[in-house]
């Protein structure tokens, strides 16, 4: 590679997948608070603190991503220098999963939000939990039904109990 492709290719050698995403994330969360404008104060207080943090998360970590790949991309450029990145990197893990494996997290990602529409926060919540530690992450029956079930106890007292934030009801449960 000549230093003239180098250079023209400099902007764009900052974007990645994970980088995509994150920027994709932080539109789909700017889009969702927007919307949220025309609702009432109480039912748009939920979404909007979640359209919030959810922004403010994509746009951080798109920034960290595009840091650290510049910082990669100056390392690459002073090759004496030693390479800091480990194979339990996140980074590292990102930039080297396979297809499958993004297809196999996007799916477990559009399962909650199926599960959420259908079922509501709080028994999506336990429902996905099991699955997901069971089959996603191997762990046992026990651990994941205890786990599952302490979670949605957790968020119906939070949210129901003690701080009194509606939250979405799913079309088939309705609470």
Known sequence: ???????????????????????????????????????????????????????GFAIALGAILVARRARADAAESHPGQPDDQEQDDVEYIFATAGKSAWIQALGWVALFLALTTALGLFVSSGIFALLYLRWGAGKPWRFSAIYAITLSVFLLAMFRWILYIPTPVGMLTGW
Do not use: E, H, N, Y
């Not at 003239?4 to 995509?20: C, E, H, M, R």
């Not at 939920?46 to 359209?51: D, G, L, N, S």
């Open 1 to 55: 590679m000549t230093k003239q492709t180098a250079v023209s290719a400099g902007p764009l050698k900052l974007i990645s997948p994970d980088i995509i995403i994150a920027l994709t994330l932080a539109v789909i969360m700017l889009v969702a608070f927007i919307q949220t404008l025309s609702w009432p104060s109480a039912a748009a207080m939920f979404p909007r603190v979640v359209a919030l943090c959810g922004l």
